[in-house]
């Protein structure tokens, strides 16, 4: 399964932004958007020149890099979302929230997105009671994510839920952290994803 293998802080000096891809990190000073300020590579303090779709491509990367998702896979949720009733750049936004990875990490059951997907990965993740190890699996409403019973006492899974208690869950989630298990209450409508994502500069990307 072809996936990322490089240093997670290049992608946030690549993208000029924090994407929290290294939880607690990304909150310090060992950040390393917060020591080395520019992009990575020799000609990271060269001024570049701005274009519409160059602003364009840098929104979709940086998108993609969010949720870890790479180019084929991205491109296919944008065509599903093109299918969809409603506006194309919301309703992608809705199927990348609506990962299982991605909700385990909304839920805190995970640091970051990367630690969301090796727990699922790993099997520690149920919907419904049954073990699911697709990190890309959809959610529906009514669903019930939890951490299964033998995972229920891992430390990076009770560390993950100290680390973020700032974090506030969404509202189209509900979760029960005594019991370590979450809801799916609706599909997340745009004002309900709190990411600083122009989602319009991707749709025009792709309609070109």
């Not at 570049?48 to 084929?72: A, C």
């Not at 491109?75 to 990875?101: F, I």
């Not at 997907?117 to 520690?124: D, E, I, L, T």
């Not at 599909?187 to 990411?195: A, F, K, L």
Request: hydrophobic share 35%.
């Amino acid at each position: 399964m072809a996936r990322y293998t490089g240093a997670d802080c290049r992608l946030c000096r690549r993208e000029g932004v924090k994407l929290f891809l290294k939880g607690d990190r990304c909150y310090t000073q060992k950040c390393a958007l917060e020591c080395r300020n520019y992009a990575p590579g020799e000609a990271g303090k060269k001024r570049v020149k701005e274009s519409e779709y160059r602003t364009q491509l840098r929104e979709k990367q940086k998108t993609k890099r969010i949720y870890g998702v790479l180019e084929k896979q991205f491109h296919h949720y944008y065509e599903v979302a093109s299918r969809q009733q409603g506006v194309t750049g919301s309703n992608l936004l809705a199927l990348l929230e609506t990962r299982l990875d991605n909700v385990v990490y909304r839920l805190g059951f995970a640091k970051s997105r990367d630690e969301a997907r090796q727990q699922v990965r790993h099997g520690h993740i149920t919907v419904n009671g049954r073990r699911v190890d697709i990190p890309s699996f959809r959610v529906r409403p009514g669903d019930l994510v939890a951490v299964a019973p033998k995972a229920k006492d891992m430390l990076v899974i009770k560390s993950a839920l100290i680390a973020n208690e700032r974090v506030q869950v969404p509202a189209w989630l509900e979760v029960d952290i005594e019991k370590l298990q979450g809801s799916v209450l609706s599909v997340p409508t745009r004002d309900q994803i709190d990411m600083d994502i122009r989602e319009q500069l991707i749709v025009e990307l792709y309609s070109k």
